[in-house]
């Protein structure tokens, strides 16, 4: 939840300082980016799949996961979307005074959609949806990168 707004916040300090445009123009940049991002998805999913007894013996014996380590995974998660540098290219402009600092303008309305972002995700979940979370990470994460016509 709050890996994935820092993760937001990144993206819109890329898209003030004009990176976001690269990559929304160039097709080869848009692909590298949903391909890391595709690809960490994946590497989630696998991870959980994996790791699947681990989590339940952690949550059997309330282990503590390591401090920031959610938090990178979010971050990561949220930083490699490419759909919300689109998104952030297409819609944040619209709302900035061209007469003023628009890469501050562009940075504060990024804030504050990350901080709702972060506001409006579920904080808590059950740890049979936690368990089924990797299950649903692998084909979401290989979507992104198939064709539009095989999906």
């Given at each position: 939840?709050?890996?994935?707004?820092?993760?937001?916040?990144a993206?819109?300090?890329?898209?003030?300082?004009?990176?976001?445009?690269?990559?929304?123009?160039s097709?080869?940049?848009?692909?590298?980016?949903?391909?890391?991002?595709?690809?960490?998805?994946?590497?989630?999913?696998?991870?959980?799949i994996?790791?699947?007894s681990?989590?339940?013996?952690?949550?059997?014996?309330?282990?503590?996961t390591?401090?920031?380590?959610?938090?990178?995974?979010?971050?990561?998660?949220?930083?490699?979307?490419?759909?919300?540098?689109?998104f952030?290219?297409?819609?944040?402009?619209?709302?900035?005074?061209?007469?003023?600092?628009?890469?501050?303008?562009?940075?504060?309305?990024?804030?504050?959609?990350?901080?709702?972002?972060?506001?409006?995700?579920?904080?808590?979940?059950?740890?049979?949806?936690?368990?089924?979370?990797?299950?649903?990470?692998?084909?979401?994460?290989?979507?992104?990168?198939?064709?539009?016509?095989?999906?």
């Amino acid at each position: 939840m709050v890996g994935n707004a820092l993760g937001l916040v990144a993206q819109v300090v890329l898209v003030a300082v004009g990176l976001g445009a690269v990559v929304a123009a160039s097709a080869t940049a848009y692909t590298v980016v949903k391909v890391l991002g595709a690809a960490y998805v994946v590497w989630l999913g696998v991870q959980a799949i994996r790791h699947r007894s681990d989590a339940r013996l952690a949550m059997g014996a309330a282990t503590p996961t390591r401090r920031g380590h959610p938090v990178r995974i979010g971050f990561t998660v949220g930083a490699t979307n490419p759909k919300t540098i689109v998104f952030f290219v297409a819609f944040l402009p619209q709302f900035t005074d061209p007469g003023g600092p628009v890469a501050l303008q562009t940075v504060l309305l990024g804030l504050v959609f990350g901080v709702l972002a972060a506001a409006s995700t579920a904080p808590g979940r059950s740890p049979r949806g936690r368990r089924a979370r990797g299950s649903r990470a692998v084909p979401h994460g290989s979507t992104p990168s198939a064709p539009p016509a095989a999906r």
